[in-house]
């Protein structure tokens, strides 16, 4: 390959994932109230009025309506009008609700490579533990929560059909410890996922950066400034400002609109 087709390849592929993004997602928001604004907001993406469109969808969500669909257009709009950040948060956010969806996948990959490299090894941490969480099943924690329940009774009522009948107990022994270990596994994914994910609140910069000063005023010396699209730890909020920890255990207040909690 020449080096005038390396330089060209990034860019074309980047415009061939966004340019594939359907504008109206596999999995359809089925709320009724929210039908026609979410087929406006598609309309407007389809037209090229990319802000137009994030607007739309923004409006959406802020009506409480959360799903895959609704956060996979969202970043779309916003990566195709340039808001990395946003696109990034908008991406996790369908991620976490639909984490088997290939576009999803698809997309995420694509504005993760769009980031700095120390937002990226931020991002790909969260998705990593996301995934060891999910037992490697890309599971959601509702989807981890139903297969523990199903999985403990299952462990329970062949257990007590063991006790019950001496004579299918050797059949039934190897399926109610398959069953139980099963359980254990996807209690243990559920608990991790429940307090070492969607326990620990987490933020996006969604600002070209955010600086982080020692106190929250403007006047306040800055402590470190954080790159776009990195993945930090919320910790206290004051007046327009929220306090954040970075993995390496430095803290400092940002503004509050140049974070998006996810």
């Known amino acids: 390959m020449t080096r005038v087709a390396q330089r060209l390849m990034t860019p074309?592929?980047?415009?061939a994932l966004i340019a594939a993004c359907r504008s109206a997602h596999?999995?359809?928001?089925?709320d009724a109230a929210i039908v026609a604004p979410f087929r406006q907001a598609n309309e407007l993406y389809r037209g090229g009025r990319f802000e137009d469109a994030a607007e739309a969808y923004r409006a959406i969500l802020s009506r409480g309506v959360e799903s895959g669909a609704l956060y996979y257009n969202f970043g779309n709009a916003l990566a195709k009008a340039g808001h990395v950040g946003q696109a990034l948060w908008a991406y996790l956010e369908a991620e976490r609700?639909?984490?088997?969806?290939p576009d999803v996948q698809a997309n995420l990959a694509y504005i993760i490579g769009e980031l700095r490299p120390e937002a990226q090894a931020g991002v790909e941490a969260l998705l990593r533990q996301r995934r060891l969480a999910g037992?490697?099943?890309?599971l959601t924690t509702e989807e981890l929560t139903i297969a523990w329940l199903v999985l403990l009774w299952a462990?329970?009522?062949t257990w007590?059909?063991?006790?019950?009948?001496?004579?299918a107990s050797a059949r039934l022994r190897p399926i109610a410890i398959a069953l139980s270990v099963a359980a254990v596994l996807a209690g243990a994914g559920m608990a991790a996922r429940r307090l070492l994910l969607d326990g620990i609140p987490r933020a996006v910069v969604v600002a070209d950066q955010a600086e982080a000063k020692f106190a929250?005023?403007?006047s306040s010396t800055t402590h470190f400034v954080v790159p776009e699209g990195s993945v930090i730890r919320r910790?206290?909020?004051?007046?327009g400002w929220v306090q954040v920890r970075r993995p390496d255990g430095q803290s400092g207040w940002v503004r509050r609109d140049a974070v998006k909690a996810l």
Do not use: W
């Not at 596999?26 to 089925?30: D, F, K």
């Not at 609700?97 to 969806?101: G, K, Q, S, V, Y």
């Not at 037992?135 to 890309?138: A, F, N, P, T």
């Open 135 to 138: 037992l490697g099943l890309r």
């Open 235 to 239: 910790m206290e909020e004051e007046l």
């Open 26 to 30: 596999a999995a359809p928001v089925s």
């Open 12 to 15: 074309l592929m980047a415009i």
């Open 160 to 167: 007590i059909a063991v006790g019950f009948s001496a004579q």
């Open 97 to 101: 609700l639909a984490p088997r969806d």
């Open 216 to 218: 929250p005023q403007d």
């Open 155 to 157: 462990a329970a009522l």
